[in-house]
């Protein structure tokens, strides 16, 4: 069974709550970590780069830090980063992406709109929250706060995120106080852009530029 295939049979196919969609998107970044044999930070985006039919592209000028086609003449998935952010906010950037393509099976019915919250905006914060947990898992960051490494830029640097995704992950693990929750970076999606899209694409492949974002 394919990874991808491994962490989509995590998901039950009904409408899941939001404790409970983050309790599984937790569970499929720790799975996706032991699946690849990631132990300590920070973690490389190749393990989603070099994931079987996900292939990975920077572009400038996109109007959002990431975006997810499935190419049909490949049978690949192609994600599209910005190329004018930073390595890091790119990096959290694959890590979303990544979750889009694990829940396009079920995100019609999984993510229903929940009190102020439309079924969109659920299924972008959940993606955050899978990005949140594959970079930073809880573990890690525990053991790294007990051990006294306690400095945001420090934790940051430790982990490979921006000091600001730290930050909610630190709230999250219930080591800071919460202020507000679950905002990571990521500005709101433009209402009518599609969550992916289904589209033919011609990305020039420009990997080299992605070194920083792929590398151990
Ligand atoms: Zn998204």
């Known amino acids: 069974m394919s990874v991808l295939q491994e962490l989509r ?26 699946l690849t044999g990631i132990t300590e930070p920070h973690v490389p985006g190749s393990i989603i780069a070099d994931l079987p039919r996900i292939a990975v592209d920077v ?29 890091v906010r790119q990096r959290f950037s694959l890590a979303h992406e990544l979750k889009h393509i694990i829940d396009h099976p079920v995100v019609d019915l999984a993510y229903p709109a929940l009190g102020r919250h439309t079924s969109r905006q659920r299924a972008e914060s959940i993606c955050d929250y899978f990005a949140a947990c594959l ?19 420090a934790l940051a640097e430790l982990f490979g995120v921006s000091q600001q995704a730290m930050q909610y992950r630190l ?11 679950n905002l990571y970076f990521r500005e709101a999606p433009a209402p009518g852009r599609p969550l992916l899209s289904i589209v033919e694409t011609d990305a020039a492949a420009t990997r080299s530029a992605l070194t920083p974002v792929l590398a151990a």
Do not use: F, Y
Request: proline content about 7%.
């Open 135 to 153: 970079l930073m898992p809880r573990p890690w960051v525990k053991k790294a706060w007990a051990s006294g490494v306690q400095q945001l830029d």
């Open 171 to 181: 709230i999250d693990c219930g080591l800071i106080p919460s202020g507000r929750h």
């Open 59 to 87: 572009r400038s000028g996109l109007p959002a830090s990431g975006v997810t086609h499935w190419q049909r003449s490949t049978h690949t998935w192609r994600i599209v980063l910005r190329a004018n952010d930073a390595a």
């Open 9 to 34: 049979q995590l998901m039950p196919s009904r409408p899941l709550g939001d404790s409970e969609a983050r309790a599984i998107a937790e569970r499929q970044a720790a799975r996706m970590l032991r």
